[in-house]
């Protein structure tokens, strides 16, 4: 029996992922079409809802287009795409403008003057241009995309569950596989587009600053379907996460450092002018390896993120966030430094797309940091990531509009089959193999590398690659075995990338390579089966 008590489901495009990115395509996409947009867990529970800096955009009047783009691009150590920073960074006050008429409420200079946002600065920018809602911005976005998305009669929401794999029939993106997670039962979404939205995959490592659904899902589907990856090899690593036994994945924001917060040895020293001229404003590349550096050398276990020199008031107006989080651990950021240690963040490589958000599949779209579209580089700068999403949100829900009349109806595609497939009894199989894959790569291929580290992680990982197949074979699909395949398999791409690379450029430092090449050359990896 193949499966036939499944639902089905039709619609005109699928969204998979909830977060600024899918949201914002869902709500860009044309009113007459019938959307379907996936989440995990709840439509809040993303990436975006913890994101606490800002936004990069050119608001100031002393600021300029080309000084966002030299600042991205030298962050980016040599690998960003010119042409597709400049796109992005031109369609920034327009990414805004379109936030603020959805209703986000960004904070402005004067509660009285609506005339002008407060703008931040952070890390790699040489002006301040990060527009923010306090210290939760993502949240302030989340909430208002997804209270849009709700009131939208043409976006239907499915909550709590996790994406399993695209359907692609005659090289064109029909839909995919859901697992139900309340029912377990997998259902066929059949659209004639399909966007994935689904975050990076910084979940493969023991630590990092996402949530728990961060496991690369939609890297990991696009790469089964036939999409190229790239760069994969640069994981950016947040400086400052709070350490902690009970703050789980809570990361300080870098505009603290950037309001002149300063980073200390357990003594009370400050390290790192050290390190390089602009000290606690340097990329975070710098100041991740500066930290674990220093963590290395003294032995002790995080540093200290100090910004209690600064007045009670402004800390409260600024970071009320992070103030009440740390009161919840009896620290108190005005008296008291914080402590930090350094956490995979954001995945900077992913699959490859255009300027339209286009895969290698036709019909299927990756926005957000799922995709790679040469706006980061080797290394991210600071909240240029949700400008990315919106812009990026922005381009692929025109090109579907433009083209949507083209694409060839979804076709009546075969319900999930698990006729042969039994309930597993061996769940501490997955939790076991899901420890040992975050803890190898967190060792092995984290923030500084070696051929050596690299190579044990290459043959941990085929192992591992081989019990995950054998049990995804013979047991029915749980959320987590899906995240478990899912992260292996980038963990594995995320190896490839690194072990290809003989250089260190930007967020991939390696002992056995540490000068720059002469020609900054992408890493692209191509599956068996790519339609190319």
């Known amino acids: 029996m193949q499966g036939l008590m499944s639902a089905r489901h039709e619609h005109d ?3 998979i992922g909830s977060g600024a990115a899918g949201l914002s395509a869902a709500l860009r996409l044309p009113a007459h079409y019938r959307i379907a947009v996936i989440s995990k867990a709840e439509l809040t529970q993303g990436s975006t809802f913890w994101a606490q ?29 010119r042409d597709a920073v400049e796109f992005t960074v031109r369609e920034s006050r327009a990414a805004v403008e379109w936030l603020v008429d959805q209703g986000v409420d960004f904070d402005r200079w004067h509660e009285t003057d609506h005339s002008d946002f407060h703008l931040t600065r952070e890390g790699g920018h040489s002006r301040r241009r990060i527009i923010h809602a306090a210290d939760a911005t993502g949240r302030a976005i989340s909430e208002v995309l997804t209270e849009r998305a709700l ?24 839909g995919a596989y859901i697992l139900n997670r309340a029912t377990g ?33 939609g890297i990991a589907m696009a790469w089964r379907a036939g999409c190229r990856v790239a760069n994969l090899e640069f994981n950016q690593f ?34 790192m002018q050290r390190f390089d001229e602009r000290a606690e404003l340097a990329p975070r590349d710098i100041v991740a390896r500066a930290i674990d550096h220093e963590m290395k050398r003294l032995g002790v276990d ?3 993120l100090d910004i209690s020199h600064k007045p009670l008031e402004f800390i409260e107006s600024h970071f009320p966030t992070i103030a009440a989080r740390c009161r919840e651990f009896g620290i108190d950021i005005s008296k008291e430094p914080i402590p930090v240690v350094p956490a995979a963040h954001y995945t900077c490589g992913g699959v490859v797309v255009d300027t339209n958000g286009s895969t290698d599949v036709a019909g299927l779209y990756a926005i957000g940091e799922t995709s790679f579209t040469g706006l980061h580089g080797a290394n991210r700068m600071a909240s240029n990531s949700l400008l990315e999403c ?25 319900n999930w089959d698990e006729s042969q497939v039994t309930d597993s009894d061996e769940d501490v199989v997955i939790s076991h193999n899901w420890d040992e894959l975050r ?16 190579a044990r992680a290459q043959h941990r990982i085929e192992m591992l690659q081989a019990e995950i197949a054998e049990y995804y074979s013979n047991y029915k699909v749980s959320n987590d075995l899906l995240e478990l395949r899912n992260l292996a398999m980038v963990a594995q791409l995320m190896i490839r990338c690194a072990q290809s690379r003989k250089e260190s450029r930007g967020l991939h430092f390696t002992l056995n390579y540490p000068e720059l090449l002469d020609e900054a050359r992408d890493t692209v990896l191509t599956p068996d089966n790519s339609p190319g």
């Open 53 to 81: 800096g800002g936004m990069a955009a050119v608001l100031h009047t002393k600021d300029t287009v080309d000084s966002h783009v030299e600042d991205t691009l030298n962050a980016g150590a040599g690998l960003c795409h």
């Open 439 to 454: 803890r190898f790569m967190w060792d092995y291929v984290g923030i500084v590398r070696t051929n050596k580290r690299l």
């Open 302 to 304: 995080c540093v200290y």
């Open 151 to 174: 009131a939208a009669e043409n976006i239907e929401t499915f909550e709590h569950r996790v994406a399993v794999d695209l359907v692609v029939r005659d090289g064109h993106c029909h």
């Open 238 to 271: 947040h400086p400052t996460c709070l350490y902690h036994p009970k703050a789980k994945s809570f990361l300080i924001s870098e505009a603290l450092r950037g309001e002149g917060g300063l980073l200390r040895l357990p003594d009370g020293e400050r390290f």
């Open 13 to 15: 495009v699928l969204v």
């Open 185 to 217: 039962n997998v259902e066929l979404f059949s659209a004639r587009a399909v966007v994935l939205a689904t975050g990076g995959a910084s979940k493969a490592y023991l630590y990092t600053s996402n949530p728990d659904g961060a496991s690369g899902d």
């Open 390 to 414: 919106i812009v990026y949100a922005t381009a692929s829900a025109a090109h579907i509009s433009q083209h949507f009349d083209a694409f060839p109806p979804p076709g009546d595609a075969p």
